[in-house]
């Protein structure tokens, strides 16, 4: 059943409506909430949150977009906003850069890491992790719909909310930032990277 | 002037998407030909972009039934879509005793569906009603066995939730923590749980999740049990609320209620009874497990002695090894982490005695005391630590203040709340702390009816960089 008649169903109060609502997109929005938080215990109860948000302002929702462009709105507000907690919450826990890879501690001591090609790869995935934690929320979400999930800058400004300027802006800002977490990985240890270009 | 290849790789994540103009494009192409570094930093770049997309394991169905009955729980008005009422059954096994002693007994049962019986408002001292006709039977553990099994040293471990819980599990349960210090919660899918649940101040109600209702604990000695097909609950001492689909009981001293059901509509309620003379000796086991419970109003948590006579205790300032500064804010940290908020609180206590502790180092530590205090109930001490980091103008100031200025406003210190977010403001008002500050300073100013000073504060919040803060803006303008 399309999402619009489902809705309609939900505002006549059919049982069940809601929950087929939610079985159908609970996947899409699990992994983009996956994409653009990362790694994160919490993410059970973001999902939850958004649906609970579909429900309480599916009044708000005129059939004026798409269902999932609608939806992909929640996603990113919640997103953000979880984001912006855990940023401060990290100051609070008073992580500090160099204790939060393996991978960059590792470089920090002696330079030079010689690993075999599992832990390699386990530090390539946390250099990644690294780089988009410290991206800010406009800029970690901006990129990720953009490189990741491939939305175009004006889909983007719908989502997000904002001007195409500004995600243009929070874009380059973003990008800037990943290249100099690259740039200082590749310094540092760019082995692993290049035997993964050696099998192309 | 020649571009340097800093300047081109700052353009080689568009490049690959085919951005810039033909002639930019051309450019980059002929520096990429000469140099091998911009190629393998582009072949980098593709290769992070490939590795941060794949995809993340999908949800298995398990979570997603788990995640849609905690959606459904918060839904307003929602009724399962089968279930048209509930009955309640109760079966007194003694006429009570004095007091809360658990002389008496009884089961209730919710039985559905039942269209003709409305349930009356919870009351678990009504009168008995008829008892369900229902003939399905279940096996399930008896409530002596379930508390021997959790009495038994072998048989279970004990469990760390939050400050003031004191609970253990068998070792077959599946439970997980998934609330905080300050508003305990633990989702109980299998096997069976014993606790002791003293509230602090400040500190909301317990809540453990099970399968087929939600029980809210204010502070008592109950134990729960869930099996595949139902789940049950047993208070010694204190009472319990038990939620099931919009519905709620409360379950007193000696009172026990199972509730079963199959995920599938259309469940059926099953009853089980427990051997009168059995209940008084599993009560009392109970209780006996934590003999300094006691049923008291909630108030502040005592602190706990920290001069004890030099005879029988360590002395609060340590003899043992030194331990580094930053290794003991650590230590204090994981011990916060884990609600072991005493020891969180002497270790950070002891560092700030530390001497020429570092500037960043003593405003961590008692910025960490202040979230401790706060775990505590003591949030006036908690308000002190950070007024003295929000006033030293360091790096940590800004933080200070944000949680000076809610922490007053929730204390209704609406001078300080005011001071101390105004402070954040004005050091830097264009990130998202100083957006997150405004917008409390802008209810704070609408709560104290400001009139004038509200609109500017919510009107300047219209240019946030968040959507919701600038929902938030427009709906409070609107509605002046």
């Given at each position: ?18 929950e ?29 949150t ?38 401060r919450?990290?100051?609070?826990s ?35 992790q ?40 929070r ?30 | ?44 770049y ?5 590795d ?43 006429q ?49 066995v ?23 599990t ?60 139902s ?17 709620s ?20 309620a ?5 051997p009168?003379a ?5 009560i ?27 005879s ?27 609600g ?16 020429d ?31 003295v ?18 922490l ?12 101390a977010l ?7 008002d ?12 802008c ?8 009139g ?22 427009q ?6």
């Amino acid at each position: 059943m399309r999402s619009d008649e489902l809705i309609e169903r939900i505002r006549k109060g059919t049982p069940g409506a809601f929950e087929a609502l939610y079985r159908a997109h609970v996947d899409q929005v699990y992994r983009q909430l996956s994409r653009l938080v990362g790694e994160d215990g919490d993410i059970d109860d973001l999902v939850q949150t958004v649906f609970i948000k579909v429900h309480r302002h599916l009044d708000g929702w005129r059939g004026d977009s798409q269902f999932s462009t609608w939806l992909h709105r929640i996603v990113v507000n919640v997103a953000m906003t979880h984001l912006k907690k855990r940023s401060r919450r990290r100051w609070w826990s008073f992580d500090s850069a160099e204790d939060h890879t393996e991978a960059s501690a590792a470089v920090a001591t002696s330079g030079v890491v010689h690993l075999d090609g599992a832990i390699d790869a386990k530090r390539w995935l946390e250099v990644i992790q690294k780089s988009l934690a410290d991206l800010n929320p406009n800029q970690r979400v901006a990129w990720t719909l953009y490189e990741l999930e491939g939305l175009s800058l004006d889909e983007i400004s719908q989502v997000a909310d904002c001007s195409v300027n500004t995600v243009g802006s929070r874009l380059r800002e973003a990008r800037t930032k990943m290249n100099r977490s690259l740039e200082a990985y590749r310094k540092r240890d760019g082995s692993y990277l290049e035997s993964q270009e050696a099998k192309g | 002037m020649k571009k340097t290849c800093s300047a081109y790789r700052d353009d080689l994540p568009g490049y690959r998407l085919g951005e810039g103009t033909p002639l930019e494009r051309e450019r980059m192409k002929a520096h990429l030909e000469g140099c091998a570094d911009c190629r393998a930093h582009l072949a980098a770049y593709e290769m992070l972009v490939r590795d941060a997309r794949e995809e993340p394991p999908a949800l298995a169905i398990e979570d997603k039934d788990r995640i849609w009955k905690k959606i459904e729980s918060e839904l307003p008005g929602t009724q399962p879509s089968l279930l048209d009422s509930i009955q309640r059954l109760f079966q007194p096994r003694w006429q009570p005793a004095i007091g809360m002693a658990a002389a008496c007994l009884a089961y209730l049962v919710l039985v559905n569906p039942a269209p003709q019986n409305e349930t009356p408002a919870p009351d678990a001292a009504s009168p008995a009603m008829a008892q369900s006709t229902d003939s399905t039977e279940q096996t399930v553990k008896p409530l002596k066995v379930v508390v021997a099994e959790l009495t038994q040293p072998e048989s279970h471990e004990a469990l760390e939730v939050a400050p003031g819980v004191n609970a253990r599990t068998t070792k077959r349960a599946k439970v997980r923590k998934t609330g905080t210090a300050h508003a305990p919660r633990v989702e109980l899918t299998k096997g069976d749980l014993l606790a002791e649940y003293t509230r602090q101040a400040k500190q909301e109600p317990m809540v453990v999740q099970t399968p087929h209702f939600e029980a809210v604990i204010r502070g008592t000695i109950f134990v729960i049990s869930v099996e595949a097909e139902s789940s049950s609950l047993t208070v010694a001492e204190g009472k319990v609320e038990a939620r099931h689909k919009g519905m709620s009981v409360m379950v007193n001293a000696g009172q026990s209620l199972r509730i079963s059901g199959s995920k599938s509509p259309g469940a059926e309620a099953s009853q089980s009874e427990q051997p009168a003379a059995e209940a008084e000796d599993v009560i009392d086991a109970m209780k006996r497990l934590f003999p300094e419970h006691e049923a008291k109003p909630i108030k502040p948590a005592l602190e706990q002695p920290t001069a004890a006579p030099k005879s029988t205790k360590k002395a609060a300032l340590p003899t043992e090894p030194l331990v580094a500064p930053n290794e003991r804010l650590t230590n204090a940290r994981n011990a916060w982490l884990n609600g072991k908020l005493d020891e969180a609180k002497d270790e950070v206590t002891r560092l700030l005695r530390h001497p020429d502790l570092q500037p960043k180092l003593q405003d961590d530590a008692r910025l960490l005391r202040a979230s401790i205090l706060r775990a505590r109930g003591e949030l006036a001490e908690a308000m002190v630590d950070l007024e003295v980091v929000a006033a030293v103008g360091r790096e940590a100031s800004r933080l200070a203040a944000f949680e000076l200025g809610r922490l007053a406003r929730e204390e209704g210190r609406l001078v300080t709340a005011k001071r101390a977010l105004k402070q954040v403001i004005e050091a830097n008002d264009t990130d998202v702390l100083s957006e997150e500050a405004r917008f409390e300073l802008c209810q704070l100013l609408t709560e104290e009816g400001s009139g004038d000073e509200s609109v500017a504060c919510w009107e300047a919040l219209q240019d946030a960089s968040d959507p919701s803060l600038r929902d938030k803006a427009q709906r409070a303008l609107d509605s002046k």
